[in-house]
């Protein structure tokens, strides 16, 4: 019988952005209230901390040393989310915590059958998975970083090149771990919840009596989840981060941190885009048209896996040579593994076959792309920073130096298989049928390895208590070498000359390396027409040098990875204000801004590789966080882009000038109120723009996706003094919707569907 199921994505574009401007606009007028009522006074945050030790949903200041300046007179938009708001929410990895990040997300699936593996974030228009650090240093491989070690997350909004070196256009994303301390804490949480989901973690500080002034501090975590609304998809892991301290109560402190997560994962490749809106059929699939397959199908086998080994060592010192004079020195090994193999596809009418037009249980799909990823990455790097606070007549400058050194390699290790798997029922998949597909390493191996020297000065300059000036200027000479090995022989255009060797012999196809000394830099005006508010302009400069992004070099002419190209160039202006609203206790803050990205390959009239090219960005964003009253807190953000392809072709699927992967306005809010009972109710609301995916050569697929909205839940109770329970609610409506898209529009990533988590957190 013909399955006659209705389409499910249903069209939702732009008709929720007057509710979420009047959402904002509601949020700014119960602020306006809560200062009315409480104007002269100093809010005393009382909240119940049970993990970590934020204890607010509001942050000051941020982790790096190259920002001197608490978050209200930084000149750019900068959003700490706290371990407070990502524990009420439930949530366990960094792409969920961004999810408190207007506009900041997962919102692209890969290219036909590289899915996408680990945190793939796109922030204001441009990818920004090789922008994330730890403690402010570059943490690399394709892997979902777990938060169990993870005090605040900081989302730096617009070039970060001058803080972090090559970067993103759009920002970075630093990731602050735990430290040991001088406070005795043993806390614990364990989580069950529906689709299979099972998590403990522990959290222990313990002071050294026998080492007066040290302390070791524990975090432990286990998890063994299915993924909400995915049949089969699996994320198990185990970790342990150890953080020793030494002279805390002194001038001279250490700390040697330790951190190894192991994950054994099943993959996620996706659904195919057949039946849904904007899908239209190839000749003779005019039979799905209406009939998409149920979001919760599995298309892999059970051989599928993705296994990660991270591992970390940090050792820092830090030393006070007075109040005004500090030193502090990080050193850094990190190493990661991953071993993996995904049955992917592609929903193209060649691939889907059938021995009955009417009748869709004969519909198959070709799992034809076994796609392999064995790669290593290292990581070494040393940082130097002095401080120094010093007057120059009337003028306060609150001075860093630094000098960093850093080593990064990355083996991807070649892959040949032999067999196949076999075709699987498009309307029911069955992952017990494995075939007889066979892989292993072939000697065909890619090396990539950067080699860079820094020098950067961060200079703030105070003009008496209502105007500042912060610049900094950063120098970065780089060495990028890259070699590719392949098989050679075979057709098509892909094949790989011999030459005069034997068909299947190992071949060099790239050796080749890269060298040049970027100078990125940022100056920013602060006035402070009372002490709680700021305005503020600033203008960066951030370069991605070829290479930059992935380690690999290229010879294709079309290629911005080729080394005859100029760096990628981002330009950034960007005007605000930043009130605290209610004195240390909610600030509220808003900025206009605008990127200009240069140097972008392009083809002219005659089809010759340019680097004319370029991309523009601009926007609002608005954002509040901390606590409207002592029992009441709130964190919200709303975003608006006009994203644009300046100068060149366009880039999109469906012929427009925007950017890909880009919603071009989100909401997203958090909110809390505690009553007299202890009980505490809360939940949110996230709102996400359709966004349009990559050009290529797909006929038929989805051009674009439809904006959706998701509401989520909490409440808690403190049991007692020692044990809070705490349920969460995601999806409530349980909207089905595109959460994220392939570039050919096959694959589809659906939204997480209702989803319940109980927690019992502890503290001992």
């Known amino acids: ?152 997350v900081e989302v730096q909004k617009g070039p970060a090149g001058t803080d972090s070196g090559r970067s993103s256009p759009s920002g970075s994303i630093n990731l602050s771990t735990k430290q040991a301390n001088l406070r005795d804490t043993n806390l614990a949480s364990m989580t069950m919840g529906t689709d299979g989901q099972k998590r403990v973690t522990a959290d222990l500080n313990r002071t050294l009596d026998t080492l007066p002034g040290s302390a070791v501090r524990l975090n432990l975590l286990w998890q063994d989840s299915d993924v909400a609304g995915r049949d089969h998809v699996n994320n198990s892991r185990n970790g342990i981060a150890a953080s020793f301290g030494f002279g805390l109560d002194s001038a001279t402190r250490a700390y040697l941190n330790l951190l190894y997560v192991k994950q054994d994962n099943i993959p996620d490749g996706y659904v195919p885009t057949v039946g ?63 071993d993996y193999l995904l049955t992917a596809f592609m929903s193209t009418g060649t691939n889907i076959t059938y021995t009955d037009v009417n009748d869709l249980s004969t519909y198959m799909l070709a799992r034809s792309l076994p796609t392999f990823k064995d790669i290593e990455n290292t990581i070494f790097t040393d940082q130097l920073n002095l401080r120094v606070d010093f007057h120059i007549g009337s003028i306060e400058h609150n001075l860093l130096t630094g000098v960093e050194l850093t080593r990064e390699e990355q083996t991807s290790y070649g892959v040949s298989s032999s067999g196949s798997r076999p075709d699987a029922s498009l309307f029911n998949p069955n992952w017990n049928d494995t075939g007889d597909l066979t892989y292993g390493r072939n000697g065909a191996n890619s090396e990539g390895s950067t080699d860079t020297y820094s020098l950067y000065v961060f200079d703030t300059l105070k003009f008496g208590e209502q105007f500042l000036i912060s610049g900094g200027v950063r120098a970065d000479h780089y060495t990028t070498e890259y070699s590719n090995d392949a098989i050679c022989g075979g057709t098509g255009r892909r094949a790989v000359p011999c030459g005069a060797l034997p068909t299947g012999s190992i071949v060099n196809t790239i050796d080749t390396d890269d060298s040049d000394t970027l100078i990125n830099w940022k100056l920013g005006a602060v006035y402070k027409p009372v002490p709680q508010t700021s305005l503020y302009i600033n203008y960066a400069l951030s370069q991605q040098p070829p290479g930059g992004l992935n380690f690999q070099l290229s010879d294709s002419a079309t290629s911005a990875n080729n ?131 990559g050009r290529d050569g797909a006929v038929g697929t989805p051009d674009h996706t439809d904006s959706y909205t998701v509401f989520d839940a909490m409440v808690s109770y403190p049991v007692s003094d020692n044990l809070s329970l705490r349920l969460n609610a995601y999806n409530l409506t349980d909207e089905e919707y595109v959460a994220a898209i392939n570039k050919s529009g096959y694959r589809y990533t659906p939204g997480a569907a209702r989803t319940y988590l109980l927690s019992a957190d502890m503290s001992f």
């Open 276 to 338: 849904i809106d904007h899908w239209t059929p190839q000749p003779g699939l005019e039979n799905l048209v209406g009939n998409p397959v149920d979001s919760e199908n599995f298309y892999g086998t059970k051989q599928d896996h993705d296994d990660v080994t991270a591992k970390m060592a940090t050792f820092r010192l830090e030393h006070d040579f007075s109040d005004q004079v500090k030193l502090t020195n990080v050193l850094r090994w990190g190493e990661t593994k991953q």
């Open 1 to 152: 019988m013909q399955k006659t199921t209705s389409p499910f994505i249903r069209a939702r574009k732009h008709r929720l952005q007057q509710p979420v401007a009047t959402a904002v606009s509601s949020l700014l007028l119960l602020s306006g209230t809560a200062i009315a009522q409480e104007a002269a006074d100093v809010v005393e945050l009382d909240t119940i901390q049970i993990e970590g030790e934020a204890s607010s949903y509001r942050a000051d200041s941020v982790s790096s040393a190259k920002f001197t300046q608490p978050l209200l007179d930084t000149p750019q938009t900068i959003q700490v989310i706290t371990n407070q708001v990502f524990t009420e929410q439930g949530a366990t990895t960094l792409t969920e915590a961004l999810r408190n990040s207007a506009g900041v997300g997962t919102f692209y699936a890969g290219e036909n059958g590289n899915t996408t593996t680990g945190d793939s974030i796109y922030m204001r228009g441009f990818d920004t998975s090789g922008s994330i650090f730890v403690d402010g240093v570059r943490d690399i491989g394709s892997i979902s970083r777990d938060l169990f070690n993870i005090e605040q």
């Open 563 to 693: 080394p005859s190209m100029d760096p990628q160039e981002a330009r950034t202006y960007e005007v605000g204000v930043k009130w605290d609203a209610v004195p240390d206790a909610l600030t509220l803050n808003a900025a206009v801004f605008r990127t200009d990205v240069l140097n972008e390959v392009s083809e002219d009239d005659l089809g010759n590789p340019t680097q004319d090219g370029e991309k523009r960005v601009q926007g609002i964003e608005l954002s509040m966080i901390g606590n409207i009253t002592p029992d009441w807190s709130v964190s919200a953000g709303y975003t608006y882009l006009d994203t644009e392809v300046t100068e060149g072709d366009a880039i999109t699927a469906s012929g427009s000038s925007d950017l890909t992967y880009t919603p071009d306005s989100a909401f997203t809010s958090w909110t809390t109120y505690r009553l007299p009972s202890g009980l505490t109710i809360g939940g949110g609301a996230r709102y996400t723009a359709g966004l349009t995916r």
